[in-house]
């Protein structure tokens, strides 16, 4: 028997059943006339088995009396979960008994956990969250905006048959569906929740507020995770610009806006441009990124289910421990936005680590150089900066071999990073994914990534400081633009990055310095009156205490 259906006193022996309505049924429905001396004495004054949910519960509880004279079985059964809904406790079964715990935690504390003047007055006054409970849990971890963008996010949960909806608190029920929809469920799912926190009104949304979301969620992403100091050895001091770094992401992110027709507006056409529901479904469900960065939101801003097993390694690997720049005052040509996008698009196995090989500002600009730091060291991400300002790359999977053949595979990419942010992957056309020589005197010595001999989609000349990007119109192998502000480039500064686990060969300590093995550096450096073991020119050695 389900809970809800009849519950009842079953008479002794079995003869039917006396419900708490006082209606009878079975046998003892038909006797128009029943007498309490009708009850055998040995059956009199006892309570009765109670059948809770079809189970007997035979306990003698305080709060239910049998009252045999008037045939009245009052049974004060409580109601579970203070009548929770079926769809709430589904919701709530999605995390596990220490997740249930953390959420229970951090409602307990934005709601206040001493409770209300009607919990005092002996009222069963449900415990809500309120906007400026919220902003003050969370002022110096998440930007105002995002707050208020969070808390609207919560007010759209729908309790069906409450007016909660339209309360301006934040029940219970509604703050554990929030975070059910969005850290675990689906696109469909996520929609309603993220639309109202795209726009505080009901319906379509204009490409410019989809635009100033995503900018504030990024940021809030950049902002948290430097709260927490949970950027591990990045820094807002040692990377570029995160303010221009937020526009450019959210600008590719917003470039995969697709209409039902198929079109991607663009520039002004975008921002007039009315978006429906289904199409930021369908976006959503298509960039990863709005998932994830909401989950990171969530997690760090809420200070919640941040420390749990459940975490995708979209989340651990968000962004890379950073190692080889700790202490050298370098201010990598990277901004975090771009580190966490460019980090996206590798290998899953090498999206945990970065090292720095090499950087023209702190080895010199000098191609022997280049050569002799990245040679054999695994795979590694290339970025440039043209004296015009663009900055641009490429991602070379296999390690770096001086020869006078093309080399890597498919997982090779280029990308930009200024003025705008985007990567571009291979098209099929050719294998001629890298390419590095030096010394050959019948073939092209410097360092190349697509194109052909000669017409490049990347190229660094080995007469150093020069290179070129030509793509008319794209890049025959990544199909990539011209990426360098004029076709041929002057070089103003160059890093070259190890990704995932450095090779055994290249990983170990004290290994020689670049100015051990190429007597040219050395005399050169002689000459000038610097010390060999001047620093930065001696060979990153990993540093294990980066991340603090």
Known sequence: MGRGARQGCR?????????????????MANREAFSPSLIPPSHRLQSFPLTLGGLPHDRHLPDRQTSIL????????????????????????????????DIDGVFDTLSGSGGSAGAKNGKATKKTVTLAAL???????????????????????????????????IAKEQFVIFMSNLLKGNADEKITIIMRMISKTEGPVKGKQIQ???????????????????????????????????????????????????????????????????????????????SIFLSVVIRQGLHVLHSLPDQTKDILNLVPSCKGIKGRGLVSLFDIPSIIYINSHLPAELQHKWQLLFSSRLHGESFSQLCGHIVNKGPCIV????????????????????????QGDNRCFLFSVFPSLAVYTYTGYNDHYMYLNHGQQTMPNGLGMGGQHGYFGLWIDSDYGKGHSKAKPRCTTYNSPQLSAKEDFTLDAMEVWAVGDLPESAGAKGKKSILDVDPEAQALLEMTGKSRQSEGLREPIEEDDDDD
């Not at 949960?157 to 301006?168: C, F």
């Not at 970025?383 to 093309?406: N, T």
């Open 70 to 101: 008037g045939l009245n079985c009052s049974a004060k059964v409580e109601k579970m979960g203070n009548a929770e809904s079926n769809a709430y406790r589904n919701h709530l079964s999605r995390f596990l008994p220490e997740e249930q715990s």
């Open 212 to 290: 100033e979301f995503t900018e504030d969620l990024i940021m809030s992403v950049v902002h948290v995770l430097s709260y927490r100091k949970e950027l591990k050895g990045w820094n807002l001091e040692n990377t570029g610009d995160s303010a221009i770094g937020v526009k450019a992401l959210a600008s590719q992110l917003l470039s995969e806006l697709k209409l039902a027709d198929g079109t991607k507006p663009v520039g002004l056409e975008l921002m007039e441009t009315t978006f429906d529901q289904s199409v930021i479904e369908d976006w959503v469900y298509r960039v990863p990124q709005i």
């Open 383 to 406: 970025i440039l900066k043209d004296l015009d300002g663009y900055i641009f790359g490429g991602f070379a999977s296999h390690s770096w071999e001086v020869k006078p053949q093309f």
């Open 11 to 27: 008479q002794p022996g079995g003869e039917g059943w006396i419900e708490h309505t006082g209606k009878q049924t079975g046998r």
């Open 135 to 169: 902003q003050a849990y969370v002022r110096e971890p998440l930007p105002e905006q995002m707050t208020v963008r969070l808390y609207n996010g919560m007010k759209s949960i729908d309790l069906t048959g409450k007016s909660s909806g339209l309360s301006e608190q």
